[in-house]
DNA sequence: GTCTTTATATGACGAGTATCATATCACGGT
DNA sequence: ACCGTGATATGATACTCGTCATATAAAGAC
């Protein structure tokens, strides 16, 4: 019956939805093209339809694809640390040069936000969704930590992560944009009781 | 040799440049094109090049004026104020419902900040520059009030009042929304001691 | 009233886009 | 070797957009 390896079709929409993401977060939701994507990928335009309903369902399916990506990076970053060392590990490279000059494989939050109240709902609600759980697992480092209120705390922290890249990333010289996410460094980690060790 | 009023074409302009910000922010670089705007103003899409050379310069001229608006709306919001009390109420309608859900009308940065890194090199100076005057403008007050290192501070200000209501307007429920603009809001006023009065 | 100039409108062109109908290709079973 | 089907390619359609050439309308000068 099967003419091609079973999981030939699902790897395909794999790559493709890797492409996608990227070339989402590089160039904006009205920035991609369908065309663009499958070229990445490494196909034509014409097969997509076989993978994905519409455009915008491809754009909601890479949402998930990033968040599910932000997720990943946590466990890797803070693999067997304590949550106060796993926590400032993370707002590290958060705030790194690294992750401001690659917003194509960087937090979705950073890269997308600003779109996301001009997208269609299942996007939006995606994207909620995502955004949800990021502010749950800081929220959950910061409960061990012994925080009171680490909701509150958590909501603030991706505020302060979220727009700081996003400035940094407006800066024409460079040496601004680094003092931009030190200060963030700093500011974040004193408030949060992180830089005594 | 003035046929038509001498100030004529400059109030079109104004009018075309009021529109072509609001429609801006809210649907983004691409969402925006030259016939909306100029239907908005009230005009016809084939006058548009004998007010602007190209789309990019009305987007870089429109930039300007919404930071323009930002400096008025400052001046307007700490107008006789002293400096605790100016800062702690603009941080009180930055970090408002009204200024959450009206982006067409509101700070560019939370707008539009993700969509910089991908526009032309004019437009991205012009957002840069307005968004260092907007730091700047925070770091002045918070230097009065006595701050050391007020720069770094107004820095980590404008990144949590950029994030929060960015993430903000990403909530799906209504409560959840009111709840990271609450929280930001205290985290601010809290470790830049505008709570105590 | 007519003329001249400034401001705006009409209409067209070329490029790019999402979508879909149809054709071709690759592969495992026989 | 070859056949049938699942996966991808080709090509076309309808639409939108930025841009510009040209036409019309408005208003003071004579």
Redesign the interface.
């Known amino acids: 019956m099967a003419r091609y390896p079973s999981d030939r079709k699902q790897q395909t929409r794999e790559t493709v939805l890797r492409h996608a993401a990227n070339q989402l977060r ?3 939701p ?2 991609v093209s369908v065309a663009a994507v499958m070229k990445d990928a490494g196909l034509t335009h014409g097969g997509f339809y076989a993978h994905f309903s519409s455009k915008d369902a491809m754009v909601a399916a890479a949402i998930e694809y990033m968040f599910g990506n932000v997720r990943d990076r946590w466990a890797h970053e803070t693999l067997d640390l304590d949550p106060a060392t796993g926590l400032a590990r993370y707002v590290d490279w958060y705030l790194s040069a690294a992750h401001r000059d690659a ?1 194509a494989t960087g937090c979705p ?10 997208m269609s709902a299942k996007c ?2 995606a ?2 969704a995502g ?2 759980k990021m ?1 749950a697992m800081f929220a959950q480092a910061l409960e061990r930590l012994g925080h009171r209120d680490p ?3 958590a ?2 922290l ?7 890249v ?2 940094a ?4 010289e460079p040496q ?1 944009a680094d ?2 996410l ?3 460094r ?3 980690k004193q ?1 949060l009781g992180l830089d005594a060790g």
Do not use: C, K, N, Y
């Open positions: 590089a160039h904006g009205e920035g917003p939050v950073a890269a997308l936000a600003a779109d996301m109240p001009r939006r609600a994207f909620a955004a949800q502010t909701a509150a705390a909501s603030s991706a505020a302060e992560l979220v727009g700081a996003s400035i990333r407006l800066a024409t601004r003092a931009i030190a200060a963030s700093r500011s974040i408030r």
